[in-house]
């Protein structure tokens, strides 16, 4: 019985000792496992940190950049308007080549017109004075022509002839003789004042609306140049 309770003992030391190994090992196992844990814990909370530290970098670049904003699209709209400032600068210094050049066309057109009118109202009296002449001239035939002709008459004897024309027969011894050479230099003398009278009336007409020309060349120009000097302003 003695031996039966030693054998007993022994199998149940044995198993004990079997079962504090297996205990060991397991222990062993979970401080392993613990202390891989701990290790993955550890990297858990450093990767934690670096992204809460990377977090908290883009949340202050962001604030950083949300402060900056007011003041970069204030910025982004100085740069807008100094651009359209610029382009309207372009606009204007193109609207003021433009008008310089209408000044230079008017000032041109207004010399020329000035020129043509000048010349068209110097021509008038010599004109004037040549129409006068002429009418004076054709007066002056005209009276002589009416005396001739009343003389003439005075001496004509029926069946004897014209000392004129030569002819026997005086028709129109009552009324106009034939006086061909007076009649020539009349119509010629006629042509002349008529002549005098149209180059006259022409260059009055030409001396008037190169005035008008003027006038308003006057005009434009003065509209011209008061665009100029505010667009210089």
Request: glycine residues 0%.
């Amino acid at each position: 019985q003695a031996q039966d309770e030693l054998q007993h003992l022994t199998q149940k030391h044995a198993q004990h000792a079997s079962e504090q190994n297996t205990q060991q090992a397991r222990i062993a196992e979970l401080s392993e496992q613990l202390g891989l844990s701990q290790t993955q814990l550890e990297n858990a909370e450093q990767a934690r940190q670096q992204s809460a530290a990377a977090y908290l970098e883009s949340s202050t670049k962001l604030n950083a950049q949300l402060q900056q904003k007011p003041a970069l699209e204030k910025r982004r709209e100085h740069l807008s308007s100094l651009e359209q400032l610029a382009n309207n600068r372009e606009d204007e210094k193109a609207r003021l080549h433009k008008t310089q050049q209408q000044i230079q066309t008017l000032q041109s057109s207004l010399a020329q017109t000035k020129s043509e009118a000048k010349h068209a109202q110097d021509r008038l009296p010599a004109l004037i004075a040549a129409q006068e002449q002429a009418e004076h001239s054709l007066k002056i035939a005209e009276s002589a022509f009416l005396k001739s002709a009343e003389d003439l008459r005075a001496t004509l004897v029926p069946d004897q002839a014209c000392p004129v024309c030569g002819s026997h027969e005086h028709p129109y011894r009552s009324d106009q003789p034939h006086l061909p050479q007076l009649n020539a230099m009349l119509d010629q003398l006629q042509a002349q004042v008529q002549q005098c009278r149209l180059s006259t009336q022409e260059s009055q007409q030409v001396f008037s609306s190169k005035e008008a020309l003027a006038t308003s060349l006057r005009t434009q120009l003065q509209q011209a140049q008061q665009e100029e000097a505010q667009q210089q302003a």
